[in-house]
């Protein structure tokens, strides 16, 4: 019995420096993401953005690189694999769907930011409910979240190209806007 009790304070100590260690080194490497994040000059402004972090804002940087080297953000949607293709097999077609034909960590980084963008960015959360509500052809849980992570690429390729910060009331045009006060 005592023999059982010294191999599990071992395995439990050992553990423990193990994940004093994992902290440790997680610590450096958001300092290394954040410092490098400060030197692209995009950070303070992708920051600015309610609910987006230093690991996914440099997540986002580094699958993309400089936002500045697109003509136009439907090219940063497309290489995340978010544009549009017709779903049909032979006689049948049933609509759209994403392509998946981009970056799947650039998907899983958007996709990671809208989810947390939904539950702390009021604008975000409103148009959650919005597309998930509307009359005409709601959207499920999953492909409202997909349609957050492009607004997200808008924002932040928006924000970027004028070189300003968030401004919450120019998150939305006054046709979204009005389609958002019928629903609610």
């Not at 699958?63 to 090219?75: A, C, N, S, T, V």
């Not at 997200?152 to 190209?161: E, F, G």
């Amino acid at each position: 019995m005592g023999y059982g009790l010294v191999s599990a304070k071992l395995k439990l100590g050992l553990m423990i420096e193990e994940l004093e260690l994992l902290t440790k080194q997680l610590k450096q490497l958001e300092a290394v993401m954040e410092k490098a994040l400060a030197d692209t000059g995009y950070g303070e402004i992708i920051l600015g953005i309610p609910g987006i972090g230093v690991v996914t804002a440099a997540s986002f940087l580094g699958e993309i690189g400089d936002p500045m080297r697109f003509d136009h953000l439907r090219q940063i949607c497309k290489m995340a694999g978010y544009n549009l293709i017709e779903d049909s097999s032979g006689k049948n077609k049933s609509g759209t769907k994403i392509s998946k034909r981009g970056r799947k960590n650039l998907r899983n980084v958007l996709y990671q930011m809208a989810r947390t963008m939904v539950a702390v960015n009021a604008e975000m959360k409103e148009l959650y409910q919005y597309l998930k509500t509307r009359p005409n052809n709601p959207l499920k849980k999953k492909q409202a979240l997909v349609v957050i992570s492009k607004k997200i690429v808008t924002i932040i390729y928006s924000l970027v190209k004028k070189q300003t910060g968030y401004q919450a009331e120019l998150v939305f045009n006054k046709f979204r806007k009005n389609q958002m006060k019928q629903v609610a």
